[in-house]
């Protein structure tokens, strides 16, 4: 039988902070009423016969607070990278001038920006989930490492004080970041 893996403190803090990374990444699609080129991010396009990022065949920029300019970079990806943006449900519909798509962004409605403080609610949930198992990942861990007398138990619970600690700042973190999150969505 294999020795267990040895406990490793900072693997650990560095996949928690993984998540918290995710979530923000998540939470940058989230449209707020402003213009990010993030909130593309999630859109892949149908091109050359494959499923590619948006940013693989074109260039977005933010001219205006809430305009969105897509600069295809091959002619006939044109309608394609069209096609993307209205499947992706976002909510944004494309005007084209040749190679050029411009896109708009609509007022929110108080009803949409509840919405999207659910969803807000649910990616940071998702974050939460993350940390958690990674937590459980790192007692699983200790608890094998003290079974097989590679640590004592003293050892070992200071150890799972110290993945506690790390998992208690995550979900500070994470709670942060979503009252962030909610306070500009519902900015009116």
């Known amino acids: 039988m294999a020795a267990p893996a040895p406990y490793n403190a900072q693997d650990i803090k560095r996949r928690m902070h993984g998540a918290v990374d995710a979530l923000k990444h998540d939470f940058g699609g989230l449209r707020t009423g402003r213009a990010s080129a993030?909130?593309?991010d999630p859109i892949h396009v149908d091109a050359y016969g494959a499923n590619m990022?948006?940013?693989?065949v074109a260039s977005v920029s933010v001219p205006e607070p809430r305009l969105l300019q897509i600069s295809v970079w091959d002619r006939g990806l044109v309608i394609a990278v069209e096609k993307a943006i209205h499947a992706s449900n976002l909510?944004?519909?494309p005007q084209t001038e040749g190679q050029v798509i411009r896109l708009r962004m609509p007022d929110l409605t108080q009803d949409r920006r509840k919405e999207l403080v659910k969803v807000a609610h649910q990616y940071a949930e998702k974050?939460?989930?993350a940390a958690r198992n990674v937590r459980r990942d790192g007692m699983d861990?200790?608890?094998?490492l003290e079974k097989a007398s590679?640590?004592?138990e003293d050892e070992h619970k200071n150890k799972a004080d110290e993945v506690q600690k790390?998992?208690?700042?995550t979900m500070k973190e994470i709670d942060a970041a979503?009252?962030?999150k909610e306070a500009e969505i519902m900015q009116v």
């Open 127 to 129: 974050a939460r989930v």
């Open 150 to 152: 590679l640590m004592s």
């Open 53 to 56: 990022p948006l940013n693989q």
């Open 166 to 169: 790390f998992t208690d700042e």
């Open 141 to 144: 861990q200790l608890k094998a």
């Open 91 to 93: 909510g944004l519909n």
């Open 38 to 40: 993030s909130l593309l």
């Open 178 to 180: 979503l009252k962030a």
